[in-house]
């Protein structure tokens, strides 16, 4: 059940799972911000960049760089929090 970061919500904790870039420095630039799979991020804000929190450090990417990270729910992630798109139909 994974999805782009763009469609996680402000409060959302998520898990990293790929970043999908072609660009070598963008990915080294990400790593050293601590955005690498396996890392779990909380969702602060969408608009106008979506804000991240990382450990300790903000990040804040525009929506291309956003779509290129793939993350999934967190284990404590309440369903109310995972994306609409994703929620199984009764």
């Known amino acids: 059940m994974t999805f782009p970061l763009t469609e996680a ?3 959302h904790v998520v898990r990293v ?3 999908t870039s072609g660009s070598a420095s ?3 630039r990400l ?3 601590g955005l690498v ?3 779990l991020i909380t969702v602060v804000a969408v608009k106008p960049a979506i804000v991240l929190r990382c450990g300790n450090t903000s990040i804040a990417l525009d929506e291309t760089i956003a779509r290129e990270v793939t993350v999934i729910p967190s284990a404590a992630q309440t369903t109310a ?3 609409r798109a994703l929620h199984r139909s009764e």
């Open 37 to 39: 799979p396996g890392t």
């Open 31 to 33: 790593a050293a911000y």
């Open 17 to 19: 799972t790929a970043l």
């Open 9 to 11: 919500t402000p409060g």
């Open 81 to 83: 929090q995972i994306p």
């Open 26 to 28: 963008r990915l080294s």
